[in-house]
Every structure is written in C-alpha cells, then in structure tokens.
C-alpha cells in the first residue's frame, strides 16, 4: 500500500523559478526522508535526505522543510535551471529495508 | 569510484525463457535490494540483503521469482518462466549500515530495461 503520496504528478517552471514539490507520510514511525532524482534512462539518485528532528535542511539550490505534525515534507529547488528537469521522488523509511518511495515527479524547467 | 553496476542493460526475451540479472555493490556496502519500477507501480522493493543473507522478500511477486547473493560483491535475481506482466525496469541498490534501524543513502545501478515478449 501507497504510504507516501507525491504531488504533483508533472511540473513545469520557468528558468530562475522556484519548484516546489510536496509529499505527505502516514506512518509516524518513519525517521528518514529522502528525495531522489532520476534522469531518463538511470537509476535514481540520492539528492538530499532529513531526519524529523530538524524542520528544514539546505544543500546549495535544494532544500527539504518538513512539518512533524502535519506529516508532510516539501523539495524546493531554487533558481531552477533546465538541467534539473528530471523525475524526483520522495520516500520514506522508519528501517533500513522498507523504504516507501512517491509516485514521482517529472519537473521540467523552460530556458 | 565504481557505483552499483547491473547487467544487462536491456533484455529482451520471449515469454516462458529464463532471465537473469546481475547486479555488483559498491565495494565495502553491506546491505543490497533489488527493486522493480512500472509506470503502474512505481518503485517497489522486492527482495533486501543484509551481509549475503536475505532478510525481507515480502516484495517478491510469486515464486517464478527468486534472488541469491553467494557473496558480498555479487547478487542475481532469476525469474522463471517469464511472462510478459514481468517486463520492467528492475533496479539494484547497495547501502552500508550498522543495523537494521539504521536508515543510511541507498545507491542504484542504472537498471535493467526487461521485456519479454
């Protein structure tokens, strides 16, 4: 069963924007959360992760907020270039082996 | 530094054959998974390894599917006799972690496109 529900299903954002995708958990026993992105043709790649004790972290242009509370974590990725249109998916793990992925989203940013 | 590499890339088969994917860890990772991907069902887990010893096959659709890892540096999942609903993406990953409640990054391979016909 889907645990972890993505959306939006496809985006599109202007170069310079900002991309925002969001995702929201049921099970309260996950503790990591991590965001991958995968080109066309390649397996998925680890893009940043958090664990529920911080509200928000940043790497460069990317950066998780998440909300304990309303079990909900978001990808934002700032001045959006057309090298990151891709497929990202969020996912969810409380142990090492059942981690639950979203459906996927397939950003794509306009030059 | 060497990822996680699976082979073949593509397989294209017809229904009833035998397939085998191949899949080498990174040097060093101590937990291996083989994942399937459908634009039906996105990425679900089929079967997890943890120091050559499999630990949750609960994913694995039936019993035409079987997977083995003989040693740290090698994994193969066989599905016999294929039929056409197992074409799909099958992904292999690695992870080194000190336990089982200890959620590290998963590194994919690059995948096998399978197609049986």
């Known amino acids: 069963q889907q645990q972890v529900k993505q959306s939006p299903q496809s985006l599109i954002v202007q170069k310079g924007g900002i991309s925002i995708i969001n995702c929201a958990y049921e099970?309260?026993?996950?503790?990591?959360f991590p965001w991958y992105q995968q080109f066309p043709g390649k397996g998925p790649a680890l893009l940043i992760a958090?664990?529920?004790?911080?509200s928000e972290k940043k790497e460069g242009r990317f950066t998780i907020s998440f909300n304990k509370s309303a079990k909900q974590f978001s990808l934002h990725i700032m001045d959006s270039q057309p090298g990151d249109s891709a497929t990202y998916f969020c996912a969810a793990s409380w142990n090492n082996n059942d981690m639950r992925f979203g459906a996927g989203t397939r950003l794509t940013v306009k030059p | 530094d060497a990822g996680v590499i699976q082979s073949p890339r593509h397989e294209v088969t017809e229904m009833g054959q035998e397939v085998t994917l191949r899949c080498k860890p990174i040097?060093?990772?101590?937990?291996l998974f083989w994942y399937r991907q459908t634009m039906m069902r996105g990425l679900e887990l089929l079967i997890y390894?943890?120091?050559?010893?499999?630990?949750?096959d609960s994913g694995m659709p039936e019993d035409r599917f079987s997977a083995k890892m003989p040693n740290a540096s090698f994994s193969t999942l066989k599905i016999q006799p294929s039929e056409p609903r197992d074409s799909a993406v099958y992904f292999c990953?690695?992870?080194?972690?000190?336990?089982?409640?200890?959620?590290?990054?998963?590194?994919f391979g690059d995948g096998t496109r399978l197609s049986i016909l």
């Open positions: 990953a690695s992870s080194f972690s000190l336990s089982s409640q200890d959620n590290q990054p998963q590194h």
């Open positions: 040097s060093g990772h101590n937990s």
């Open positions: 958090i664990r529920p004790d911080v």
């Open positions: 099970n309260t026993a996950f503790d990591y």
């Open positions: 390894f943890n120091n050559n010893v499999p630990i949750d």
